[in-house]
């Protein structure tokens, strides 16, 4: 038996997963309290204990993991214009698998700068200008950077006539100092994966270390990448396919957590009709979206507030009713639903964090009237013609109608020129395999898409 250990070090749980390369099965998965406080291991090892060891003890091939214990991969990003070199940046960290706390625009204000300092970001990517356009933000802002009183990871993503002098500003007090390809090369031309290697690189070399997972890899081979990352990979691998074994297509995944709800969607999001006309940034084939008020527990006032209405409409329920539910999750945000009252609002918020999530990561259409009649611009990508939707997450797994939680990714026709899938079909990632699988694809991909296809179930 060649039995493979993955770990996902979360902030709340450490998920561990063991499969047998040989069989391609699942041994095991269980989870325990992430340990970061005291050593990271210790939750490791009581998630692990609770699978059945084999006689003789488990004599694992690999040993692999991925995290988003301390916060995450918390970045900060910075560019020049904040539809263009800005939101380039943001993609790229997004990409990488970070919690993108702050995006400037321009040269950074002293307010800019306090919140850079209060924040404490694991990473400062710094862009501005395309190859050979406005030199002086970027410097500008290296300049005001080198300036403050803590000293960050930063990766240097802009204009390449001056990134190098832009790198020697930072050395002052920054380290380390990484130059990655411009995110924005050319105007509206999108190139982030330089950057997300090296946002990679600084946080296997650094934050491992920074943030006390280092002691993990005592045991383990190495923590690979930010749980996001993982996810992400698998995403794209289950879509892809790898060699002579067939992916899904085109797809997207929703987790719905405790804090957040993350999209990722894998297609190409093109116009799905030949009269619509494509306009703002090119999307990234694989993208993700993370939305901060829209989880289950402690972001559960914020999904109430922006659901409003839809979700008292969904439930029959009084204002009253919904502010008590709301009241028993303040008081324990580990509470899981005790009543069918409970249960229904727990599915009742899901739809909604489901609902909002999708609707900003899919594209929009809208109308433009001129005097040659009327034209439709797509911004984003359409997702209309997208056929699989896996859902992941507690309130996902937990539930017996998953599928009617995942409805709120499907296209409504009262909100038209919002471009969800039409007629998707949807799976469930009953294991809560996917980060295993993406940290799974390093070694073996066929085997980890070979897995996933057996192992998300459809509903």
Known sequence: MQAVLLIDFGSTYTKVTVVDLDAEIILGTARAGTTIETNIMEGMKAALAQIPEPRGGWNFVRKLACSSAAGGLKMIASGLVKELTAEAARRAALGAGARVL????????????????????????????????????????????????????????????????????????????????????????????????????????????????????????????????????????????????????????????????????????????????????????VKRTVEGDLGMRYSSEALVEIAGRGLMDYLGWTEEQVTGQLELLKENPWRIPQTVEEAKFDVAMGRMAVGLAVDRHAGTIEVVYTPFGASYIQNGKDLTPLTVVIGTGGVLLHHPDPAEILKGAVFNSQEPTILKPQNPTFFLDKEYILAAMGLLREVSPQIALRMMKKYIVKL
């Open 102 to 285: 702050e995006v400037f625009s321009y040269e950074l204000s002293p307010k800019d700068l306090d919140r850079i300092v209060v924040s404490k970001p694991d990473i400062l990517l710094l862009a501005g200008g395309t190859d050979g356009g406005n030199k002086e933000v970027i410097l500008k802002n290296a300049e005001l950077l080198s300036n403050l009183p803590i000293s960050l990871p930063v990766v240097v993503a802009g204009n390449k006539v001056v990134a190098a002098q832009a790198e020697e500003m930072l050395r002052k007090q920054h380290n380390p100092v990484v130059v990655a390809d411009n995110v924005m090369p050319d105007l509206g031309v999108l190139a982030v994966e330089s950057a997300r290697l090296a946002i990679r690189e600084v946080y296997l070399s650094h934050i491992i270390k920074a943030k006390g997972l280092d002691k993990a890899e005592e045991y383990l081979e190495r923590i690979m990448m930010p749980t996001p990352s993982a996810v992400l990979s698998a995403a794209e691998l289950l879509a892809q396919g790898e060699g002579s074994e067939p992916g899904l297509g085109e797809l997207m995944i929703v987790d719905v957590g405790g804090a957040t709800t993350d999209v990722h969607s894998v297609a190409k999001g093109d116009p799905s009709k030949p009269s619509v006309m494509l306009k703002g940034l090119p999307e990234p084939y």
